[in-house]
């Protein structure tokens, strides 16, 4: 207990020593030298550049270590500034990197500089409305960038080091996992706690634009109304259009005026193409009872928590079953890959209904999971939990039509029930009925529903409206999607992630390999093989099949790569690469890396191996929860940087401390 106390002791001291010393380095650079306070709100030069303005103070001739931009009040959102400046190497002004003004942030105020000798002059970029509207109050040099204790990054700062100390010394942590261990059954809860608050500090800086509040608004109010259309009508000038499918004839309406983006248009109607659940479930009840719209972020928030604490059921089960003995850590880092690999926060960035389609898909799919790998432990319910598994499962489609293909993923112990049950018909003819039942009236009576609402819209029973979206290519036309697979296998699964030196680390990206046709491609972040790299494992499935002889777990890896392989096919031919696509069947590929993964490892007989193949999953696991953080932070449009810029850059400037 001493041992412990005093090493928690000493990662205070040094958690304390990073806060107050080393991130705060900036405010000691005035204190360290003799460096002349100088202020200017007369300005030798103005210049206008477009809609910036550059200010120029000449003849400072004295050594310059900080700048100081005082904007006013008026001032009240974020702000871009640049400083250029001549130095002794150089008569002429180089140009340095902007940096954001954000009023409730002083810091930010701030540039420090690190310039050659004295100064002859600087030149201030700053936006013209600002100096227009004499929101620029003056410039100070060389004054001494204030100290701050950010109690937010201390206690992250802290929080890493002593996780990091119980991670080596903790005993429940270094024990074989055990799912009567009340300890380490907390620290599971933990990390799912550590994701909830991610998704909310993610979540709550996720705006959604106007023209995305369909789903939420104008959807729930036609079917409040008994309308399957929306009470929206088109425009003359779209039903004009000789065929408005056409994205490119479209292209000279305006959108959101002359017509709804990405809605289904049929025979003078729009009609929601994205599933109807969702409404069903949250937006439509909470309208009914309060008469008001229920916020996109909000339910795609309590979805997100839904799936992490199925993620960690599935998990568990299947941990429980096949590998009664584990090391705990394994336990750990693989629940945390699962949660932040299957790109959840990074849905959560961007509330749109784009997003809340697929993630209630795959909490409908994960919940199916869960139930049936719960007929598989218990007998005497077994019958139950394949209907409500069953449920949920045929539930998805009326999330996201592809979510179909996730319902293969229990075929083979369906099949291999029904045999049994046929086998036991003479001596026990109910269980065969109760297996017939439990299973096909789910999926027949959400079949039915789906057909006659299909029907009820565009007079076919079989079309969801993928056909008649008015979106980014005329979808009905569409062919020779086949020889467009190997293009995007390599979006999908292998892109690699454009790293940047600045926050937040990674970009968004639209590269390509070649393709003389039509590919849809937008907003990359990486390849799920390279974001979540426990993928690779997949590769090495025959082996785990030679190295396993429990033919159920044989059947559960195999099953999960086979069907996360055929969605991501019919994804690429159906739709393209975006990351929000991946979502769909990331889990399915860093479930099966992990199991074979584990496998692998059982096999190993030497502890050097081991050793470092715990190193190797520890590494992975990191890499995996920081491109699973950033990617919410990113998004598919940057929204956080777009509609939250204040929460935007005091991130920044808490993680790059030395702006």
Not at 144 to 168: D, S, T, Y
Not at 277 to 292: A, D, E
Not at 295 to 319: H, P, R
Request: charged letters at 20%.
């Amino acid at each position: 207990m001493k041992r412990n106390c005093s090493k928690i002791l000493i990662n205070l001291i040094i958690a304390l020593f990073l806060e107050v010393i080393v991130f705060n380095i900036t405010s000691y650079r005035v204190l360290l030298g003799n460096f002349e306070k100088r202020e200017f709100n007369q300005f030798e030069s103005i210049k206008y550049q477009g809609s910036k303005v550059i200010l120029k103070i000449d003849k400072i001739n004295t050594e310059l270590v900080t700048v100081k931009v005082n904007f006013n009040k008026n001032v009240d959102n974020a702000r871009e500034y640049r400083i250029s400046f001549s130095d002794e190497t150089s008569s002429d002004y180089r140009r340095l990197d902007s940096k954001i003004y954000i009023p409730e942030n002083e810091k930010s105020k701030y540039m420090p500089l690190y310039l050659s000798g004295k100064v002859n002059g600087i030149e201030i970029e700053i936006d013209k409305d600002i100096y227009e509207n004499n929101c620029l109050d003056n410039i100070v040099i060389n004054e001494k960038i204030p100290f701050e204790f950010n109690m937010i990054r201390f206690f992250i700062v802290l929080g890493i080091l002593i996780v990091r100390f119980f991670w080596k010394y903790e005993e429940n942590l270094n024990k074989e996992y055990s799912p009567k261990n009340l300890t380490q059954e907390l620290i599971l809860l933990f990390i799912i706690a550590i994701f909830f608050v991610i998704a909310i500090f993610i979540n709550q800086n996720s705006i959604e634009p106007d023209d995305y509040r369909i789903y939420n608004e104008k959807f729930v109010n036609s079917i409040y109304h008994g309308s399957l259309a929306l009470e929206i009508k088109p425009s003359e000038e779209l039903m004009d259009l000789e065929n408005p499918y056409d994205d490119l004839e479209r292209s000279k309406l305006e959108r959101g005026k002359d017509y709804l983006w990405d809605m289904a248009y049929y025979k003078g109607n729009y009609y929601v193409y994205f599933g109807i659940l969702p409404l069903l479930i949250f937006f439509l009840p909470y309208y009914i009872i309060t008469k008001k719209y229920l916020d996109m972020a909000i339910v795609t928030f309590i979805i997100s928590m839904f799936i992490f604490i199925l993620i960690k059921e599935i998990l568990l089960k299947i941990i429980n079953r096949y590998f009664p003995k584990i090391p705990f850590k394994f336990v750990v880092c693989s629940l945390i890959m699962l949660c932040s690999g299957s790109l959840i926060l990074y849905a959560d960035g961007m509330s749109r209904f784009y997003e809340l389609a697929v993630l209630s898909a795959l909490a409908c799919v994960l919940l199916g999971i869960n139930f049936i790998l719960s007929a598989v432990e218990k007998e005497n319910k077994r019958y139950i939990n394949i209907f409500w598994g069953s449920l949920w499962l045929a539930l998805s489609v009326a999330c996201r039509p592809t979510a179909l293909l996730a319902s293969l993923l229990i075929l083979p112990y369906l099949i291999q029930l029904l045999v049994e049950n046929i086998k036991k018909f003479k001596s026990d003819k109910k269980l065969l009925l109760k297996l017939l039942i439990s299973c096909g009236i789910p999926y027949i009576t959400v079949g039915i529903l789906l057909m006659l609402y299909n029907y009820a819209r565009f007079e076919n029973p079989f079309e969801f409206g993928s056909k008649y979206q008015l979106t980014v290519i005329n979808i009905g036309a569409l062919k020779s999607r086949i020889f467009a697979i190997p293009t995007g296998i390599i979006a999908n699964i292998f892109s690699i992630p454009n790293f940047i030196s600045d926050f937040p680390f990674i970009i968004n990206h639209n590269k390509l390999l070649e393709f003389y046709g039509y590919y849809y491609i937008e907003n990359m972040i990486g390849g799920v093989f390279i974001i979540a790299p426990i993928c690779f494992m997949n590769f090495f499935i025959i082996k785990a099949n030679k190295k396993t002889e429990n033919k159920e777990l044989k059947i559960i890896i195999n099953s999960l790569v086979i069907v996360g392989t055929l969605i991501a096919i019919l994804s690429i031919m159906m739709a393209g690469s975006n990351q929000r696509y991946l979502i769909d069947y990331a889990w399915m590929f860093i479930l099966s890396g992990i199991l074979i993964f584990i496998i692998l490892f059982n096999s190993f007989k030497s502890d050097e191996t081991k050793s470092i193949l715990k190193k190797a999953f520890g590494v992975i696991t990191i890499f995996t929860f920081l491109i699973g953080i950033l990617s919410g932070i990113v998004s598919e449009k940057e929204n956080m940087k777009n509609y939250s810029a204040n929460i935007y850059y005091k991130t920044k400037y808490t993680i790059c401390f030395w702006e």
